[in-house]
């Protein structure tokens, strides 16, 4: 049996692990199939993609989009994009330049918070990402001893409703899945009702996103859903012709218990994914 990890990070975004790594410990862990997403870029694809081809992997070219939805913010999977194509490049380049472009004044707000940081700081923790983000703060947050892990960095100061969060701009939501398709991806909704995110995304409105904007897919499997969220956006998926995916989105040491692998996408559904992206123009 085919198995298929869609939704993983590297160290080109806010995972730990090289791309090359990456695909390694993919393979070490017994997948055939990963999807690399990096959070609005696509520069890890090549070097995975090589060091894949060399050890008989598949890495399915994607990237995780930063969409907002009424001022919430809300993640969009691209698979198979050309990732050539000017309007989805200019606002991927957008979205990182607002990503990156509060790092200043995060590092201002927690160190009027008692926690002193530097935008260089941040910028160490975070390597040589093009994409430097929260996670990385966190990293910087971590190293000085304020908190003791990613997680308890959120969770006391940097989730969206914690007084060291910093808005940014993200791309709407909706333009960002005409984007993927104006790139012949296919476009699959990132955990949709994870960490408080399902009144953001009701089911009448992600109905809307299938007719108004041919949205392909919907993310079940996913550590942030509970076994009874999974149950129901499986269902939901299943009424709306949606493709259900599964993955770990596995940051390395950046996120804990999403172990490569721990969720998968049916190898059905993943030939579906295929299927509905050649018909996009996709090259698969
Ligand atoms: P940013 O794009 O800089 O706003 O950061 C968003 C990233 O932070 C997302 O990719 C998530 O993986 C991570 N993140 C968001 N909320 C949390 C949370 N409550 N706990 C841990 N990580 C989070
Ligand atoms: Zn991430
Ligand atoms: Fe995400
Ligand atoms: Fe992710």
Redesign the pocket.
Known sequence: MLRVDLHT?SSV??GTDTPTQLVHKAQASGLDVIGLTD??TFDGIDEATEAGKRIGLTVVPGV?I?CERNGA?V?LLGFWCDRWHRGLGDELRKSRAG?TG?IEAMAERLTELGMPLTSDDIRRAAKASP????????DAMVAKGYVAN??E???LW???DKPG?VH?Y?IPLELAIDLVHAAHGVAVLAHPWG?GRAHVLPADYIGDLVTDHGLDGIEVDHEDHDDDTRELLFRLGARLGLVRTGSS?Y?GL??EGHELGCNLTRASAFRELQRVARGRGARV
């Open positions: 990070h975004s806010d959070h609005d995780e930063s913010s993640h990503r509060r994409s430097v983000g929260r996670p990385h703060v966190a990613r997680n960095a959120f969770d940097l989730a969206d969060y940014r993200a960490r989105d940051h950046g996120k």
